[in-house]
């Protein structure tokens, strides 16, 4: 029998799963208070007429595409891919690429803001007896992860450089993903080095590596330290919202017996 992994987080108004300007809002209407605006559709009815005098409970949402766990197609990244093409929006993008065998690396080890390298991609699957294959979907499980819901999240976790998102792609891998807030390294430790070198490629380079290689990438993922390294299928896809730069998921992980 399959067992099935949440590795999504949810959506709420108070866990600090993104900066302040970006976090999204949510407004609760309950069966009481929305009684009178299921009446209007109904001349003549009144509120007592309903049961318990409720209506329906509904929620207005003010958001993101990249709020909670949401996967970027190449459009967010730069207009073109792959050598010039126009970049695909999420509602172009393959959808056999969001439900293939899944890939942990585990970089919890790694500092906050440390850039992966094609290198330590390699030392892990040595360490893991993997050899990648085209379509897997590959997940990174950084310190972030266990920070999640505390204000230093979106400051937390290794990420990765344009290097590293080359080296996975050149492998045939098109989607992939990590429990940090970015797939790159946290702003607040790209800035500092850019301070340092006055190198603007140093900025979102794992992002804009998708101007050479069309990919995908799973923000704020969730759960991933109870995963095995190998041997789950990842379930990801995302909302279809035409020509749009990102979309949500409620992403699994399905782990056979």
Request: hydrophobic share 40%; net charge negative.
């Amino acid at each position: 029998m399959s067992r099935i992994i949440d590795i999504s987080i949810a959506l709420d108004n108070e866990t600090p799963a993104d900066p302040l300007p970006m976090r999204p809002s949510i407004v609760y209407t309950t069966h009481k208070a929305s009684a009178v605006d299921l009446i209007a559709s109904f001349p003549g009815m009144s509120v007592d007429q309903l049961p318990e005098k409720m209506g329906w409970a509904v929620e207005k949402i003010t958001l993101s595409t990249h709020n909670g766990t949401h996967i970027d197609a190449p459009w967010h990244y730069h207009p073109t891919m792959d050598g010039g093409k126009r970049a695909i929006a999420i509602d172009e993008v393959p959808l056999e690429w969001f439900m293939q065998p899944g890939v942990k690396l585990d970089f919890r080890h790694l500092p906050d803001g440390h850039v992966v390298s094609p290198q330590e991609i390699e030392a892990e699957l040595e360490r893991i007896g993997h050899k990648l294959k085209p379509l897997e979907i590959v997940v990174v499980n950084t310190r972030a992860g266990k920070q999640y819901g505390q204000p230093d999240y979106i400051h937390t976790g290794c990420g990765m450089g344009r290097d590293a998102t080359l080296y996975l792609a050149e492998q045939g891998v098109r989607v992939v993903g990590t429990d940090g807030w970015s797939w790159d390294a946290p702003f607040s430790h790209t800035a500092r080095r850019y301070a340092q070198t006055g190198d603007a490629s140093l900025i979102w380079e794992g992002h804009k590596a998708g101007r050479e290689v069309g990919y995908c990438q799973i923000e704020k993922l969730h759960n991933l330290e109870i995963l095995p390294s190998t041997g789950f299928t990842v379930v990801c896809f995302p909302a279809k919202i035409r020509a749009a730069s990102a979309g949500w998921t409620r992403a699994v992980a399905i782990l056979s017996d």
